[in-house]
């Protein structure tokens, strides 16, 4: 057995093991002392407390039988006596005197039963006092019933002298008697409360003793695990090392085996799992430039989240585009116009991210993005794709601030907008491609619509439209405004348009007068009242002169005054272009 070595496995069972015997000792001396504690308050809970509840009771009963023989003298001298209620009160009268006997003869017993087995923390000396007192309460209380029976006689026989003499030794009988009674129950009071004293103490003692025996054992303890942490020590300290350089992204970390126990093992372990994770990072800072970072950690560690098959699920997908991207790129050298379109992208492709979106692809200067499980919940995915756009259309102003020293000019600087479409429904999600390239994206019609949506931004003059689910399960985050429903090309069902005016609360009172007026204007239009809707849409440029739909429906409603639609009009406009 000469080559035979201490695993830290045998090492670390050893130390538990002792540990163990400690805690088995501590728990063993607890709960004996424990158990004397349980001793105590079971003494204080199965005889102090009921014999003080006895004394009460005889207290009570007492004072209870004293008014009762008031009633009968009551009765008795009433004109003329109520008989009655004088047999009445005397029956009381008797029934009392029995449970104030009952009571003091339980008492004792409660007391006796302490006595018989006194128990380390009885107090022998009070409670014999005490049941030397409730004995010789005995004869008191049959002096005052035959004392009481005497007066009640006398009453009986009307002997008013008698009856007047005898009533106040019986009331002095009574009142010595409830002083001797109260007087042991405030005793049993007492040793009640000295006895849960006691045990108090006696808890702390065994706190205290528990503590004593805990620290010993944690010393111990302690003691044994300073021994292995010196045999274990350098290999740990060099994989601790190790551990923070790789979290702090050195990820070319190898640290040297030096042994060939469990530590040994472990530095292996320790250098394959950085190679691993070398080779994923390297994945993901070539493949993270190029499509969005969450897609590709599923792609490597959690292929199902993708869902690679393709699958069907209800969607929310955002396209954006810069207005005026024609005049920038015809005055610009390539290199110039590629730093303005990254950065432009740079800055709009934020809000996204911010809210959860997964960019799916640039196009020139456009952006498609989508919202949806498992990324983002169905629950949250329009509200989060239209605070997106309005993030976006909030940062617009900067950039164009910007331009001017992107472009390298001061004059003839372009108008540079967006126009943002979104829409919500079913698409299909998955890894679409060939075999050799393949890319995670969606399709169908809810992206088609999104993008027509985008589009439409031209006619009405707009910046951010949504269809109505998407309008819908945005719900109360944003404040929106109905423009129209319209067909567009290569669809046959309409499609009802919203606009995304503001953050919800944060739409200003002329625009909200606007939107109202808007409203109503839509309603008569819908309705073929030109004339109103003509009024309704004047009265909204007259709040807000630059408002785009506006402008697009007071002229279609002078058109259509002129040469008036068929009767199987329905409010619909058709598109003419994509």
């Not at 670390?12 to 158990?35: E, P, S, Y």
């Not at 605070?387 to 472009?407: I, S, V």
Request: proline share 4%; aromatic share 6%.
């Amino acid at each position: 057995m000469a080559g035979w070595r201490m695993t830290i496995a045998i090492k670390i069972f050893a130390i538990a093991a002792g540990l163990f015997g400690l805690m088995a000792v501590v728990a063993l001396l607890t709960l004996d002392l424990a158990r004397d504690v349980g001793k105590q308050l079971d003494r204080v809970i199965d005889n102090y407390i009921p014999g003080y509840d006895d004394l009460a009771r005889a207290n009570v009963r007492s004072v209870e039988q004293g008014l009762y023989l008031r009633r009968v003298v009551i009765a008795r001298l009433e004109t003329p006596p109520d008989k009655a209620a004088m047999a009445e009160a005397r029956r009381i009268f008797a029934e009392k005197g029995l449970a104030t006997d009952e009571a003091l003869a339980a008492a004792r017993k409660e007391i006796g039963a302490r006595l018989g087995n006194p128990g380390p923390f009885t107090d022998v000396v009070a409670l014999a006092r005490l049941d030397t007192r409730l004995e010789l309460m005995a004869p008191l209380r049959q002096r005052y019933e035959r004392q009481a029976a005497a007066t009640l006689t006398a009453l009986d026989r009307n002997d008013l002298a008698t009856f007047r003499r005898e009533l106040p030794v019986v009331d002095e009988l009574r009142d010595d008697l409830n002083r001797n009674i109260d007087a042991a129950r405030s005793e049993m009071l007492r040793l009640a409360a000295g006895a849960a004293v006691a045990g108090r103490k006696r808890q702390d003692q065994v706190i205290r003793v528990s503590v004593v025996v805990m620290t010993v054992a944690g010393t111990l303890g302690l003691v044994g695990a300073g021994i292995i942490s010196f045999s274990l020590v350098r290999p740990v300290h060099r994989l601790v090392a190790g551990t923070k350089a790789v979290e702090a992204g050195a990820l070319d970390t190898v640290i040297p085996v030096t042994s060939a126990d469990e530590i040994g093992v472990l530095t292996t372990s320790f250098n394959h799992m950085v190679g691993e994770l070398r080779v994923k990072e390297r994945i993901r800072e070539t493949f993270g430039k190029y499509m969005d970072p969450r897609i590709v950690e599923g792609l490597i560690d959690r292929p199902a989240l993708t869902g690679a098959a393709g699958e069907r699920r209800v969607m929310t997908v955002f396209f954006c585009d810069m207005k005026g991207f024609t005049s920038i790129s015809e005055g610009l050298t390539p290199t110039g116009l590629v730093n303005v379109i990254n950065e432009y992208l740079t800055r709009m492709s934020l809000p996204i991210r911010q809210h959860n979106g997964i960019i799916d692809k640039y196009v020139g200067d456009a952006i498609m993005a989508f919202w949806g499980p498992p990324f983002s919940t169905a629950e949250e995915q329009a509200r989060l794709a239209c605070l997106a756009g309005l993030d976006q259309l909030a940062r617009l102003p900067a950039f164009r601030a910007e331009l001017p020293e992107l472009m390298g000019i001061r004059r003839g600087v372009p108008d540079i907008n967006m126009r943002i479409g979104i829409a919500t429904g079913e698409a299909v999600v998955g890894n679409i491609g060939s075999d050799v390239i393949k890319s995670y994206t969606v399709m169908g019609d809810t992206v088609n619509s999104a993008s027509r949506l985008e589009g439409v931004n031209k006619t009405y003059g707009t910046r951010l439209l949504v269809d109505e689910t998407t309008a819908q399960r945005a719900g109360a985050a944003v404040e929106t405004r109905e423009i129209d429903a319209i067909l567009v090309v290569g669809k046959a069902e309409p499609l009802r348009i919203f606009e995304v005016l503001a953050r919800a609360g944060e739409l200003d009172e002329a625009r909200g007068a606007a939107r109202e007026r808007f409203a109503a204007g839509l309603a008569a239009y819908r309705r073929q009242a030109w004339a109103d809707a003509a009024a309704e849409f004047k009265a909204c440029l007259a709040v807000v002169h630059d408002d785009g739909p506006a402008h697009v429906f007071l002229e279609r409603v002078g058109r259509l005054a002129e040469h008036p639609p068929g009767p199987d009009w329905n409010g619909v406009w058709a598109m003419t272009e994509k």
